[in-house]
Nanobody, 125 residues
Framework: QVQLVESGGGLVQAGGSLRVSCAAS????????VGWFRQAPGKEREFVVS???????EYYADSVKGRFTISRDNANSVYVQMNNLQPEDTAVYYC???????????????????WGQGTQVTVSS
């Protein structure tokens, strides 16, 4: 069983930065993938970025490439540094994890077994 807790959301003006965090506990091994998704009101959940728990194989959605950076520390937390935020980035951001997720499955929410409760990111224009 894996537990995920997000934090770090908030309100920021367009062009600003935020860092969201995902603290993981429980049994999570190196073959797990940790992904971030977001969901805006009235829209489907959208893939943002993922990384293997081993800290490699990063994959970014085109919409955030060059602005967002995913990283992991040694204390079981995964971070997403979000720069140059725009109003269209406004959403609830979710951390998710699952084993053996590769290739086209990385962007599919149903492939991730465990989910956090989400953290709100709001970007004002």
């Amino acid at each position: 069983q894996v537990q995920l807790v997000e934090s770090g959301g908030g309100l920021v003006q367009a062009g600003g930065s935020l860092r969201v965090s995902c603290a993981a506990s429980g049994r999570i091994d190196e073959y797990y993938t940790v992904g971030w998704f977001r969901q805006a009101p009235g829209k489907e959940r959208e893939f943002v970025v993922s990384t293997r728990w081993a800290g490699d194989n990063e994959y970014y959605a085109d919409s955030v490439k060059g602005r967002f950076t995913i990283s992991r520390d040694n204390a079981n937390s995964v971070y997403v540094q979000m720069n140059n935020l725009q109003p269209e980035d406004t959403a609830v951001y979710y951390c998710a994890a699952g084993p053996w997720i590769v290739d086209d499955d990385l962007i599919v929410p149903d492939r991730y077994y465990y989910w956090g409760q989400g953290t709100q990111v709001t970007v004002s224009s």
